[in-house]
């Protein structure tokens, strides 16, 4: 994708689960490391796993619950959802349909077969069964934000589809990153916005709470709603039921890798392998959720880290081309279909 969730909110993340859980967004600012740098070794004593090149990817599965969680959700103004009682439920609908895979091809078909957002929007309504509703809108109009990446943008398509197929007058409007758009929605400006459960749950403790506030959301996606629940009520929000697509930081690897090691989890990864080298954003090293929290959660002995990118074209590159065995991408990336 050519853009993405903010890279600060997402680092954040990382940041406030891991200290939690020890004792999206915003993280602190600190210098970048050197292209390559050692790591701490793991407790494996298996022979280190070279990278193998392959054009496909796959991600390994978090098995220890290293992320937090970043289901989509449905995230509407409190107002407008308690004047129209068939608002939330018809967004619910559309999240009823997706998973991961599901957000994989529609991300597919939008940033690698360069359909639009909206076409691909209406051929997913009309394959899912979501085209024809009852005429429950009578015009109302409503207005569906997204954020500045495609993703984004083709969820608010989905939202705004099914309330035109169910007779509102329903329209899309991009509206840059959450800081922009989230005081949009509170307001009213904004009817409904596409929204990840724990970027959005950490991005309302700091506002609610103070930038310092410990983080509340976590690899549970019951608990974290919870606490996203609780927090829009202070801000004007209320929240439809979680899809089942997250689309969160994840660990990936050529599918050509996973099959010469026998891997499918990260694991599998740490158990089979003494070594790996490591890819990823600059701030990594740092990270909880990224180098740290696979070597402390996982005993993931990581040999070697070389500096990219946040799940961009440089880090899914350099697997393909067998620079690095192992490279932090985003769960629902269009490098992933298929």
């Known amino acids: 994708m050519n853009a993405r969730r903010p890279l600060l909110s997402l680092l954040a993340i990382g940041v406030l689960t891991v200290t939690a859980a020890c004792g999206e967004g915003g993280s602190s600012g ?10 701490a070794t793991g407790g494996t004593t298996a022979d280190a796993c070279e990278p ?3 054009d496909a990817l796959v991600v390994l599965e978090d098995d ?6 970043d289901n989509i959700v449905p995230a509407v103004n409190a107002a407008a959802a308690a004047a129209d009682p068939n608002l939330v439920p018809l967004l619910d609908s559309v999240s009823a349909t997706l998973d991961t895979p599901a957000l ?3 991300n597919s078909a939008v940033d690698v077969e360069r359909q639009t957002s909206s076409q691909v929007a209406e051929q997913y309504l009309a394959d899912n069964g979501l085209a024809a509703q009852d005429p429950v809108g009578e015009g109302r109009p409503v207005v569906v934000g ?5 993703e984004s943008a083709t969820l608010a398509e989905l939202y705004a589809g099914v309330l035109r197929a169910a007779g509102y007058d329903a329209s899309t409007q991009a509206i840059g990153n959450r800081e922009t758009y989230a005081p949009a929605l509170e307001a009213g400006e904004l009817t409904v916005v596409p929204e990840y459960v724990g970027t959005l749950t950490e991005f309302l403790n700091k506002s609610v709470n103070g930038a310092d506030a410990t983080a509340v959301a976590s690899s549970d996606l019951d608990a974290t709603v919870t606490e996203l629940t609780a927090l829009g009520e202070q801000v004007g929000l209320v929240f439809g039921t979680p899809s089942q697509a997250q689309d969160q930081n994840a660990f990936a690897v050529t599918t050509a890798f996973a099959d010469e090691y026998g891997v499918a989890t990260l694991s599998e990864l740490a158990e089979t392998c003494g070594g790996v080298v490591l890819g990823g954003p600059p701030e990594c090293p740092e990270r909880p959720f990224c180098q740290p929290g696979l070597e402390e959660t996982y005993g993931l002995d990581v040999t070697e880290f070389v500096s990219l990118d946040a799940g961009g074209p440089l880090t899914k590159a350099a697997l393909q081309q067998g620079e690095i065995a192992v490279g932090l991408v985003f769960s629902s990336d269009a490098a992933l279909a298929g």
């Open 30 to 39: 600190t210098a970048s490391p050197a292209a390559s740098a050692p790591a």
């Open 52 to 54: 193998v090149a392959g």
């Open 64 to 69: 220890q619950n290293l992320q937090t969680v």
């Open 104 to 106: 994989i091809e529609l």
């Open 146 to 150: 997204a954020g500045n990446f495609s």
